[in-house]
């Protein structure tokens, strides 16, 4: 599967972007998705993850309350809906897949996803 993540850009605190991830190759309900992040001079952090019918979804605690991960497969789109912005979530946002749902967030967070695709600046200025 391809990815490729859009919609970044630079957005005051408090403010709102929707990232979208398109998907290719593969048949996309396949695949369980995946944001993650990577703020410069820090790890990779897991941001949010969604199962293949898109009905169970789990969130760093960090963006809980404030992001929204969601699917169209129709359209073989994830989407990241934040909200609240703040300075600490600017980073590059990066969408995965794999094949395997992993209940929780620890795994992701650990390990990442099997497949990735290029990331989308996000920069949140105060």
Known sequence: VQLQAFGGGLVQAGGS????????GRTFSS???GWFRQA???ER????SINW????????DSV???FTISRDNAKNTVYLQ???LKPEDTAVYSCAADTSWRYGSSWYS???MGYWGKGTQVTVSS
């Open 64 to 66: 809980k309350g404030r």
């Open 17 to 24: 972007l929707r990232l979208s991830c398109a998907a290719s």
């Open 110 to 112: 650990r390990y990442g």
């Open 53 to 60: 019918s898109g009905d169970s979804t789990y969130y760093a």
């Open 82 to 84: 934040m909200n609240s």
């Open 40 to 42: 410069p001079g820090k």
């Open 45 to 48: 952090e897991f941001v949010a």
């Open 31 to 33: 695949y369980v998705m």
